[in-house]
T-cell receptor, first 117, second 113 residues
Framework: NAGVMQNPRHLVRRRGQEARLRCSPMKGHSHVYWYRQLPEEGLKFMVYLQKENIIDESGMPKERFSAEFPKEGPSILRIQQVVRGDSAAYFC???????????????FGEGSRLTVL | AQSVAQPEDQVNVAEGNPLTVKCTYSVSGNPYLFWYVQYPNRGLQFLLKYITGDNLVKGSYGFEAEFNKSQTSFHLKKPSALVSDSALYFCAVRDRNTDKLIFGTGTRLQVFP
């Protein structure tokens, strides 16, 4: 059973370009979370999605950032018009959620490291 | 709001000695608490969790954690540290209203030979 798959592992963009980060959850998991980690810092929650629904996007910057988790295919975190401050590691996690049960752990991918020149 | 605090940025310990990485929590109701480890340039790996039941929780790689309700703590422990335990350790709490996992700032563990 493959774990959470993220690609690309490394991405370099120039200021003003777009970055697309992809995440395929573990098989059977229907809940995806995106976190951002700045160098030498902890993980900050960005967004929580279920298939075709955004459940909580309270950690997403209001501009330039968007996320989706379509019925088919991976979850996508999209950053438009990147700036140097977007340079970070972006982690995706998935969980097998049972309604009303928040006891399960999240399984993390290896991360996508974005560098903005 | 649910939160966890890791008061130590770094913990240094000699190989073979016991180690403790501290975590305190602030939650309403009964907490769901987790520990994760992150090796350089890798994702987070789940170590253990406390949901209910025994206050001493055993996890991966010989780690355990003790839930203490009166002190609102969930410290990570290991009886005998290995050099390979050197990594970044994160305590986290699950917000049962939003299902989010909220992380502490992390503690870097350095085990010296």
């Amino acid at each position: 059973n493959a774990g959470v798959m993220q690609n690309p592992r490394h991405l370099v963009r120039r200021r003003g370009q777009e970055a697309r980060l992809r995440c395929s959850p573990m098989k059977g998991h229907s809940h995806v979370y995106w976190y951002r980690q700045l160098p030498e810092e902890g993980l900050k929650f960005m967004v929580y999605l279920q298939k075709e629904n955004i459940i909580d996007e309270s950690g997403m910057p209001k501009e330039r950032f968007s996320a989706e988790f379509p019925k088919e295919g991976p979850s996508i975190l999209r950053i438009q018009q990147v700036v140097r401050g977007d340079s970070a590691a972006y982690f995706c996690a998935s969980s097998e959620m049972v309604a009303g049960d928040a006891t399960g752990e999240l399984f993390f991918g290896e991360g996508s490291r974005l560098t903005v020149l | 709001a649910q939160s966890v605090a890791q008061p130590e940025d770094q913990v240094n310990v000699a190989e073979g000695n016991p180690l403790t990485v501290k975590c305190t929590y602030s939650v309403s109701g009964n907490p769901y608490l987790f520990w994760y480890v992150q090796y350089p340039n890798r994702g987070l790996q789940f170590l253990l969790k406390y949901i209910t039941g025994d206050n001493l929780v055993k996890g991966s790689y010989g780690f355990e954690a003790e839930f203490n309700k009166s002190q609102t703590s969930f410290h990570l422990k290991k009886p005998s540290a290995l050099v390979s335990d050197s990594a970044l350790y994160f305590c986290a709490v699950r917000d049962r209203n939003t299902d989010k996992l909220i992380f502490g700032t992390g503690t870097r563990l350095q085990v010296f030979p």
